[in-house]
Antibody, heavy 120, light 111 residues
Framework: QVQLVESGGGLVKPGGSLRLSCAAS????????MSWIRQAPGKGLEWVSY????????NYADSVKGRFTISRDNAKNSLYLQMNSLRAEDTAVYYC?????????????WGQGTLVTVSS | NFMLTQPHSVSESPGKTVTISCTRS????????VQWYQQRPGSAPTTVIY?????PSGVPDRFSGSIDSSSNSASLTISGLKTEDEADYYC??????????FGGGTKLTVL
């Protein structure tokens, strides 16, 4: 069965960096677009970024553009999010999610999320 | 870019029907597919409707989606409400720059 397991969250000071990982299993990872979506405490969902199956195309929300970088390693069935210049408003649960075949604009499987807290 | 506006909360009794709206601020709602996600407390979201009106396998046919161009909005309708339907519901679409947009979410209370 499809499984997505995020890791790498934690407490970081403003201006700091963090790298999130998402380990995928149960499907041919290299065939699918993947996304990061976040949810601040008590707030709604906010799309962060997605990456094409071959890494040739990426897109970012304006709120993270220039600070966050999405990447993947298809040999390791893993998705990453490098987060730099972190701000208090980046505090959220970060979910990785898979897009259904031949799409990029929806998500059919989500991980359970990893919490990132940006605070001094 | 555009916004998707949802009511903050709705409530209805078990067995009844409820409709949650999702209004697009600019551009046609029919231009890009709309998805609906259900999120129960403490859990990750799951898809209840994709591509405007398609239901994933395993989602009961009590859930349906539609698009109304006259109001430029999408709707999620849940009939025969059950207490297990109590959750937050989010609509989601995308724009011409291929950026993904989520609505602010609607808290459904079944009382």
């Amino acid at each position: 069965q499809v499984q997505l397991v995020e890791s790498g969250g934690g407490l970081v000071k403003p201006g700091g960096s963090l790298r999130l990982s998402c380990a995928a299993s149960g499907f041919t990872f290299s065939d699918y677009y993947m996304s990061w979506i976040r949810q601040a405490p008590g707030k709604g969902l906010e799309w962060v970024s997605y990456i094409s199956s071959s890494s040739s195309y990426t897109n970012y929300a304006d709120s993270v553009k220039g600070r966050f970088t999405i990447s993947r390693d298809n040999a390791k069935n893993s998705l990453y999010l490098q987060m730099n210049s972190l701000r208090a408003e980046d505090t959220a649960v970060y979910y990785c999610a898979r897009a259904p075949p031949l799409t990029w604009y929806e998500n059919d499987y989500w991980g359970q999320g990893t919490l990132v807290t940006v605070s001094s | 870019n555009f916004m998707l506006t949802q009511p903050h909360s709705v409530s209805e009794s078990p067995g009844k029907t409820v409709t949650i709206s999702c209004t697009r601020s600019s551009g046609s709602i029919a231009s890009n597919y709309v998805q609906w996600y259900q999120q129960r407390p403490g859990s990750a979201p799951t898809t209840v409707i994709y591509e405007d009106n398609q239901r994933p396998s395993g989602v009961p046919d009590r859930f349906s989606g539609s698009i109304d161009s006259s109001s430029n909005s999408a709707s999620l309708t849940i009939s025969g409400l059950k207490t297990e339907d109590e959750a937050d519901y989010y609509c989601q679409s995308y724009d011409s720059s291929n950026l993904v947009v989520f609505g602010g979410g609607t808290k459904l209370t079944v009382l």
